[in-house]
């Protein structure tokens, strides 16, 4: 099983600042990476997949980089919106989940 | 539009049974590898099980392997799962997942369904 790590667990950030979040695999995956923000109550909506390919009516201010085993998922001027849980998830081999990471308002 | 309907989750004691459904509509559910995916409370997301678009092959994550069992109608455009053997680690809100499109390698999801509460104590 391909064990996926999310850091941090929590991220503090003010509004209209910058957060970037990070996904390590313990193997390589290629760029069979997607990222899915969930907020309390509500099922995970997809962001990006193929590492950097923002899904349908995903704004700009969100950004997938990296390949292989290093991840990066960065939203830039966080709207109060975009305060929610992110996670990431392989799908090179069975889908696995990272822990996630908590956006919160600073 | 495309909708994931769960339902059939609820409070059940340990070794007892439960069997979900996702009901599916907006789309030609026939043409779709399905997937559930569960989140306990509190925690992060786990694959539990896949079904091919033809029901013709069944794949499920070892912490539920030999216990939960998925199925899918077509006709009615609905995926089952049976869950068998329950324990307290099984509690968990169950998401009905459909891939983003239909090719082999998408093993990533959009839509989720909303979900179904399913919490196994004595």
């Known amino acids: 099983e391909v064990v996926m790590t999310q850091s941090p667990a929590t991220l503090s950030v003010s509004p209209g600042e910058r957060a970037t979040l990070s996904c390590r695999a313990s193997?390589?995956?290629?760029?069979?990476l997607v990222w899915y923000q969930q907020k309390p109550g509500q099922a995970p909506r997809l962001l990006i997949y193929?590492?950097?390919t923002r899904a349908t009516d995903i704004p700009a201010r969100f950004s997938g980089s990296g390949s292989g085993t290093e991840f990066t998922l960065t939203i830039n001027s966080l709207q109060s919106e975009d305060f929610a849980v992110y996670y990431c998830?392989?799908?090179?081999?069975?889908?696995?989940f990272g822990g996630g990471t908590k956006v919160e308002i600073k | 539009q495309v909708q994931l309907v769960e339902s059939g989750g609820g409070v059940v004691q340990p070794g007892r049974s439960l069997r979900l459904s996702c009901a599916a509509s907006?789309?030609?559910?026939?043409?779709?590898?399905m997937y559930w995916v569960r989140q306990a409370p509190g925690k992060g997301l786990e694959w539990v099980a896949v079904?091919?678009?033809?029901?013709?092959?069944?794949q499920y994550a070892d912490s539920v392997k030999g216990r939960f069992t998925i199925s899918r109608d077509n006709s009615k455009g609905t995926m089952y799962l049976q869950m068998d053997s329950l324990r307290a680690e099984d509690t968990a809100r169950y998401y009905c997942a459909r891939p983003r499109d239909n090719s082999l390698g998408t093993k990533y999801f959009d839509p989720w369904g909303q979900g179904t509460l399913v919490t196994v104590s004595s």
């Open positions: 193997q390589s995956v290629g760029s069979n």
């Open positions: 998830q392989q799908y090179d081999y069975w889908p696995t």
């Open positions: 079904i091919r678009h033809d029901g013709n092959n069944q």
């Open positions: 907006g789309f030609t559910f026939s043409s779709y590898t």
């Open positions: 193929g590492a950097s």
